[in-house]
């Protein structure tokens, strides 16, 4: 993780019984893997094209810039994902 900002609102955000859910971007040999928030879509269109999860480039919190690539897109990961 490039920051502690996800487990910082996590602690604050529990006095509310509320947490972020994470999402786990595993890694590879050059970039190492890291956890992010997890930015939640809804499919407009339910006979439409499968939805995405966009990952963000930077921690919204902070902006502390996450080991992630555009190209890294198209690496084999989840189906849908995309850098935001």
Not at 12 to 26: D, G, Y
Request: charged share 20%.
């Amino acid at each position: 993780m490039a920051c502690d900002c996800i487990t910082e609102m996590n602690a604050a955000l529990a006095e509310r019984n509320t947490r972020i859910q994470p999402t786990l971007v595993f890694g590879t040999s050059e970039r190492p893997g890291f956890t992010t928030v997890t930015i939640v879509t809804e499919k407009i269109a339910p006979r439409g094209k499968r939805g995405i999860v966009p990952l963000p480039s930077f921690c919204p919190f902070c902006g502390t810039a996450y080991e992630f690539t555009a190209t890294d897109a198209d690496a084999g990961g989840s189906v849908g994902q995309v850098a935001a």
